[in-house]
């Protein structure tokens, strides 16, 4: 936001009142994944650099695959997460070749 206003994401709308960017009624507040179907676009905002093709089992179900050389990126759409209680994923980074890789988990509740 500057002094003359916010732009908001989608799925987001401005609120008169607080000024500020909310979320839209009917986000989701939970997402579960296990990549054995086709990528639903409902949860996933955007992917690059990435797919399920040739993907190995980590816990259970397939998983991403990132082996692209470009940046690698998986982005949910916007989830309501005002009330979780937990965020949960697994991870392997690197392999018999190399284990540099850089990660960045972010999220926000506003």
Do not use: H
């Not at 980590?58 to 695959?65: C, F, I, K, R």
């Amino acid at each position: 936001c500057t002094p003359g206003g916010c732009a908001c994401d989608s799925g987001t709308t401005l609120d008169t009142n607080t000024g500020s960017c909310v979320l839209l009624p009917g986000a989701p507040t939970s997402l579960k994944e296990s990549f054995e179907a086709a990528i639903l676009p409902t949860l996933w905002a955007t992917i690059s650099g990435g797919s399920t093709s040739g993907s190995p089992t980590l816990v259970t179900g397939l998983s991403m695959y990132f082996t692209q050389a470009t940046t690698r990126r998986l982005v949910t759409v916007d989830l309501d997460t005002r009330n979780a209680t937990f965020m949960e994923f697994t991870l392997f980074l690197g392999n018999l070749y190399s284990s540099y890789s850089q990660v960045v988990f972010a999220f926000s509740t506003d």
